[in-house]
């Protein structure tokens, strides 16, 4: 209630001010207390924009929002911090997934990541330390649900199915559709159609052969 109306904009832009208020607040707090040096802070989010049409949020060039499989969904700001270990003001544009903080967060404090089962993210210590220039991870696969879509690799994309780009309507495709995404960052002109067959079939495909088979070997937990 503190914020409601602060802005004259909606709720949606009281929701952004409350945000960066208590963001703030709390690093102030992290600093004050002489605890920077020793706290890992991290500031994402799980999706892009909203999925709904005249949704509010911005995705900039990238097409599609939460829901769908294109890069206004996949893509979203990751910001850490740790002085003194992370290198300040980097900017990359290297794939990093989400499930990657559990390996990376573990090799930061010293902890041994379960041998015991299939863990689907990478280590990206040396990445976020800028001990590596590149990322630990060259591929993802794409999930809307419990739905495969496709794969990343680098830059190019795989899908396998298409739907609209505010999440509706989910279509099996009559051949599968590969995007550059240097060349075409709004996915509009796919590389790959029935009439034409590129060098990138193979890793695309490898990404999601693998995980198709990793997901036989380890089913994981049932959903509810």
Do not use: C
Request: glycine share 10%; net charge negative; hydrophobic share 35%.
């Amino acid at each position: 209630p503190d914020f409601y109306g602060s802005t004259g904009n909606g709720s949606f832009a009281d929701v952004l001010a409350q945000t960066d208020v208590y963001i703030g607040e709390l690093l102030a707090t992290i600093d004050e207390l002489g605890l920077k040096e020793n706290t890992i802070f991290i500031f994402t989010s799980d999706n892009g924009r909203e999925g709904v049409p005249r949704s509010f949020g911005f995705t900039g060039p990238w097409r599609g929002g939460m829901f769908s499989p294109y890069e206004g969904s996949l893509r979203v700001p990751f910001l850490i911090r740790w002085p003194g270990h992370i290198p300040t003001q980097q900017v990359s544009n290297e794939i990093f997934h989400q499930i990657d903080l559990f390996p990376t967060l573990a090799s930061f404090i010293g902890a041994e990541v379960p041998k015991d089962r299939i863990i689907d993210g990478v280590d990206q210590s040396a990445f976020l330390t800028g001990e590596s220039k590149k990322s630990a991870r060259e591929s993802m696969v794409i999930y809307i649900g419990n739905e495969l879509f496709g794969a990343k690799w680098r830059n190019w994309k795989l899908l396998l199915k298409e739907m609209d780009e505010d999440g509706y309507g989910v279509k099996n495709m009559a051949y599968p559709t590969v995007y550059n995404l240097i060349v075409d960052p709004k996915e509009e002109v796919p590389e790959l159609n029935y009439l034409n067959d590129t060098w990138v079939d193979f890793p695309l495909y490898q990404v999601v052969e693998d995980h198709e088979i990793s997901i036989e070997n380890d089913p994981g937990t049932p959903g509810p």
